[in-house]
């Protein structure tokens, strides 16, 4: 298989009412179909990835102490990591929709340990303004599901499906 990556583009959705796995799967879908218009007759994947606390939503933090202020109200608990994966073949018109939701505990952080993990990293382009693969060991405390869905996308859900799709 040949794979390409291509930017959707595509404002994310933060609906009050909406579930962490409905809002997830409602912009991975939004992203699938903003690719799959330009490119009718490929199997186009989509996904996105929500960080919740409870009722409260995570994005991607707007400044450098947005990052902080979301590291400090993550530290010392478990979140919910969501990622909402769309794969779609617009000419089929056929279409896979579903979430993958892991459990992450973060240690608890003095406020020295937040600033140092936000200057050694790059947390404005992530949900909860932390990547597990970029010195998560040092916030980390647990990881309880997909390690690959924290990264953005659950690998093994996704094969699965693939090889599931019809041809």
């Not at 608890?108 to 597990?132: C, F, S, W």
Request: proline share 5%; with cysteine.
């Amino acid at each position: 298989m040949h794979f390409v990556v291509l930017a959707a583009n595509t404002p994310e959705l933060e609906v009050e009412h909406l579930t962490p796995h409905e809002t997830a799967q409602i912009n991975a879908y939004r992203k699938a179909r903003a690719v799959a218009k330009q490119h009718p007759d490929a199997l186009v994947l989509g996904a996105d990835t929500v960080v919740c606390l409870g009722n409260r939503f995570f994005g991607k933090p707007t400044s450098l102490t947005d990052a902080r202020r979301m590291l400090t109200e993550l530290q010392g608990h478990t979140h919910e990591v969501v990622t909402g994966v769309c794969l779609l073949h617009q000419r089929r018109h056929r279409e896979r929709l579903f979430a993958v939701s892991t459990l992450v505990t973060l240690r608890a952080l003095a406020p020295r340990a937040i600033r140092d993990y936000v200057a050694r990293t790059n947390p404005l382009d992530k949900a909860g303004a932390y990547a597990i693969q970029e010195e998560g060991h040092l916030i980390v405390e647990a990881v309880d599901g997909s390690y690959s869905n924290v990264v953005g996308l659950p690998v093994r859900e996704v094969l699965a499906a693939v090889a599931a799709w019809p041809n």
